[in-house]
């Protein structure tokens, strides 16, 4: 099996026209994996062969963020909306996912990337919910790239579940009202003690968030493109990188 990782610390890329500087690669990548249906439209496919398609997708590009070193990729996967699809099409969705983890977990694990998921994975089918389980245990010590599959995951729910936690932690004497900050409300998401998405990619010529770590992206990049997810390679991911790259980001400040 190939090892993912190089040393170089600059990245020429199949477009001549860019290269990325493997010293500003952005720490947390997240991806809204959008237009597997359309896709299989365009090809008079059902919805089920775009998604199929899509995992094609994510195989590359996990593999090509442990190569340019990202610490964090998070995929949104499956909303806590997507339950309002039709029945087939979530339980293709599923098996997807748990062949995936079967299929892909060996050589994640060689490679030294995390596997996590974000959301409520009680409401996944029980071989899912074994799998995502079995995967983190079994890769929560590695140090690579940390992949955060969003399943059942819903910004605003994520936010509705972290004051219902706070406010147990409130009751229970655990913290006090004068403790809460962002900092703090920050540790009760999902997403605690990781760096927010210092990059949000979403490909198929949508341009809004829906509902996708609401929280976190307060100073995120967004980077969209016309390109359908099942066709996104690591030569857009490039290209979405070079872009941020070449963004100011000011935070509010002046410089
Ligand atoms: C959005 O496209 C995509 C999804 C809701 C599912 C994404 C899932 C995968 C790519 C594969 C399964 C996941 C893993 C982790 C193996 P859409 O169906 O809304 O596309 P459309 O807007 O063109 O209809």
Not at 89 to 101: G, R, T
Not at 142 to 162: D, P, W
Not at 193 to 200: E, Q, R, T
Not at 235 to 248: K, V
Request: hydrophobic share 35%.
């Amino acid at each position: 099996m190939l090892k993912f990782f190089r040393t170089d610390r600059k990245k020429e890329t199949e477009n001549k026209d860019i290269s990325i500087d493997l010293n500003n690669i952005p720490r947390h990548i997240a991806i809204i994996m959008d237009g597997n249906g359309r896709w299989a439209k365009e090809r008079n496919l059902p919805r089920a062969i775009g998604h199929k398609a899509g995992v094609e997708a994510i195989r590359e590009v996990v593999k090509e963020c442990s190569v340019l070193k990202v610490k964090y990729l998070t995929l949104y996967a499956f909303s806590t909306e997507n339950w309002k699809r039709p029945k087939d099409e979530i339980n293709a969705l599923m098996s997807l996912l748990a062949e995936y983890l079967k299929k892909e977990f060996k050589e994640l694990d060689y490679n030294n990337v995390i596997i996590n998921y974000i959301g409520d994975i009680s409401k996944l089918p029980d071989l899912c919910q074994r799998e995502l389980i079995e995967s983190h245990e079994n890769t929560k010590n590695n140090t690579g790239l940390t992949l955060n599959l969003a399943l059942n995951y819903g910004g605003r729910y994520e936010i509705a579940r972290a004051f219902k936690l706070m406010y147990e932690d409130i009751k229970s004497g655990k913290i006090s009202e004068d403790d809460i900050n962002e900092h703090m409300i920050s540790n009760y998401m999902y997403t605690r003690n990781m760096p927010d998405p210092d990059l949000i990619i979403r490909p198929s010529g949508e341009q809004r968030l829906s509902n996708f770590l609401l929280w976190q992206c307060a100073y995120s990049e967004f980077w969209y493109s016309n390109i359908k997810w099942p066709d996104f390679r690591k030569e857009h991911l490039h290209r979405a990188i070079f872009d941020y790259q070449n963004r100011d980001r000011r935070f509010g400040a002046v410089k």
